[in-house]
């Protein structure tokens, strides 16, 4: 690399606090180009550099929204609202899984900053800087690049891996075409990289900086990773000759070294359960709206608007709260009901009574009593309040004569009583943009405000300490180490406000992920690496909760049928990779099964 573009520069100078460097730098160069040379002798210019580096990082966040579709309408999770966009069978070959929305892959995207991150390894170590930060700037650049791959071999399996900065010089493309390794040689090189993340890490910066990765992040990275990866080698097949796939004798020693990297941050001391609300809903929601590096957050991606926001809110807000798109996702029946009530009993939504009669609920929340609290936190449901109002949602009316009338869109009025909208303000209709199934999105959500289109700045979080706990949970499970495992499962219940439990199975722990890490993008990969995702996605048509209000009396039934626009979702075999792009480039490059 002879130049470094000031535009990465300035699109990124925000994610750490050293603009006022950043603004000296530039202030004695032409505001084009910045040469190599003082790329890496100048500390402000190589921050600027790690802050591109660190930008380009494939978190996968909250705020990510291509042609406003989002990975949990990929999962049991939700139903995407509208009618246009993305297929429910995931094909990959749109932009869906997309890093870089030009590109419309993540392959050709992540090689080029694999290259950039190369190059900074390349470069660093005659870098004009004291000798203490270049190896804090190295490790750094280990977790980046293992973050890289993570990325890679979670959705292609085994990729290429390219450790140096490979030069063109004309006609040597046949020297540059690199062989895919194994899928378990993959994974591998992803735990030595957090390896010597962790060993060149400090455990935590001070505020300017808090931003950037700790050893701690790299071992929830690690930990992250390495549960993966003893997943597939259990739960997946060998193909390829371990391109895709690992050898089933495998699995212990990753989970073994998922549970090592989890038990590290534990004892740690470090972190703990987010605790500051006596309340439990108010609690888990403002978890995730705490702008502080609070005592969960291991490592987050942070916002803060005009300079960068994103759009959650905008894309996410029910009909009567929306400014302009909003509706983007609607949860689905299957989700509401894996909420456990606070007994610990099923979270099955009560409809009709002993004798099969509907139940009819004084008032159209009643029907959520008692549920898990993370439930009120991450769902908006019929009833519920919301920003100084309350959201009103139904199917429809029953008239005096025990008629239903349905909505088919918003504007219909009620014929016995015209002042009422038949479908309410959020309604379910099958004619506009609302929920298919009877839910809204909460979580992340700004519980006050309208939010404009790119105007949210509530921070995600890619690692925290629940998912630390879980994932200690499933490996120690995993490893036949139930007793060790249950502690950690019951301490997140506990902070939940979830009756605790007496004893642990692998399906308590992925329970327990489901809810506790519901719309964190992260139910894709677990359903993938499980190997469970053609169960559950098998042209499987996802419910509805549909309520009803009694026109004479005001009170809500609730009826459970599909979601309203009639569409199942479907989950192929050969999805649990994606293909591999443009392998008629380099013919070196074996497709994956099934393309």
């Keep these: 690399m002879k130049s470094l573009k000031l535009l990465i520069i300035l699109a990124v100078s925000g994610l750490f606090s050293f603009t006022s460097c950043i603004n000296d730098f530039l202030d004695r160069k032409p505001l084009d180009v910045i040469s190599d ?84 390894f390349q470069k660093i170590p005659d870098a004009n800087i004291a000798e203490e930060l270049k190896t804090r ?43 895919r390794n194994t899928e378990e040689e993959t994974w591998n090189f992803i735990a030595e990289e957090c390896d ?29 990773a390495m549960l993966y990866a003893g997943s597939i080698s259990k739960y997946g097949n060998l193909q390829l000759n371990g391109l895709v796939g690992i050898p089933a004798d495998k699995a212990n020693s990753f989970f073994e070294k998922s549970m090592a990297a989890s038990e590290m941050i534990i004892q740690s001391g470090q972190f703990s ?17 705490d702008k502080t590096l609070h005592e969960e957050a291991i490592y987050v991606k942070a916002y803060a608007v005009p300079d960068k926001g994103h ?24 989700l509401v009901e894996a909420y456990e009530y606070t007994d610990g009993t099923s979270g099955v939504l009560k409809t009709e009574d002993a004798s099969g009669n509907p139940i009819f609920y004084d008032n159209a929340d009643d029907i959520f009593k008692d549920k898990d609290p993370r439930f009120f936190a991450s769902v908006l449901y019929p ?24 909505a088919t869109a918003f504007a219909d009025k009620f014929p016995e009583d015209p002042s009422l909208t038949t479908s309410g303000k959020d309604g379910l209709v099958m004619q506009g943009d609302c929920s298919r199934t009877g839910f809204y999105i909460k979580k992340f959500m700004d519980p006050n405000n309208r939010v404009e289109q790119d105007r949210s700045e509530t921070n995600f979080m890619v690692f925290r300490y629940a998912e630390t706990l879980l994932n200690y949970a499933e490996a120690a499970v995993e490893l036949g180490k139930g007793s ?6 019951n301490e997140v219940r506990k902070r939940a406000g979830i009756k605790e439990k007496s004893g642990i199975t692998i399906e308590d722990v992925r329970h327990e992920r489901q809810v506790e890490l519901a719309f964190e993008n992260l139910r894709f990969w677990d359903l993938v690496r499980w190997r469970t995702a053609t169960k559950v996605m098998n042209n499987t048509m996802f419910s509805a909760l549909i309520p009803w209000m009694d026109y004479k009396t005001r009170k ?39 393309f």
């Excluded at 505020?207 to 990765?213: E, H, L, S």
Aim: charge should be negative.
């Design 383 to 406: 009833n519920c309040p919301w920003q100084n109002n309350v959201l009103e949602i139904r199917r429809g009316i029953i008239g005096s004569d025990g008629v239903k009338v349905e």
């Design 37 to 120: 040379d003082n790329v890496w002798s100048s500390e402000s210019a190589i921050q600027a550099y790690m802050a591109g580096m660190y930008e380009k990082v494939f978190v996968e966040p909250h705020g990510w929204l291509i042609n406003w579709g989002t990975q949990s309408h990929y999962t049991d999770e939700s139903m995407r609202s509208y009618s246009w966009g993305h297929p429910y069978t995931p094909t990959f070959s749109n932009s869906f899984m997309s890093n870089d929305q030009s590109d419309n892959n993540l392959w050709g995207s992540a090689y080029k900053d694999i290259r950039i991150v190369n190059e900074f």
């Design 484 to 489: 060790q495992a249950l502690p950690r499962l």
């Design 196 to 224: 010597l993340a962790i060993a060149g890490l400090p455990e935590s910066y001070a505020a300017t900086d808090q931003f950037r990765a700790t050893k701690y992040a790299a071992a929830a990275l690690k930990s992250r």
């Design 273 to 289: 359960l987010y605790e500051k609300n006596d309340d439990k809903a108010a609690n888990y929601q403002n978890l995730f709206l």
């Design 311 to 334: 759009n959650f809110d905008y894309a996410m807000a029910a009909p009567s709260f929306k400014i302009d798109w909003g509706t983007n996702t609607s949860p689905t029946l299957e």
């Design 556 to 594: 809500y039934t609730f009826e459970k049928g599909p979601n309203t626009m009639q569409l199942p979702k479907t989950f192929l075999d050969k999805n649990y990779y994606q293909p591999i792009p443009e392998v008629e480039k380099n013919d070196l490059l074996v497709q994956n099964p099934g």
């Design 137 to 179: 700037y190295i490790a750094e650049g280990h977790f980046i690049r293992a973050f890289y791959y993570f990325s890679l071999v979670k959705r292609f399996g085994g990729v290429p891996l390219i450790k140096e900065v490979q030069e063109y010089t004309g006609g040597n493309i046949d020297e540059l075409k690199v062989a």
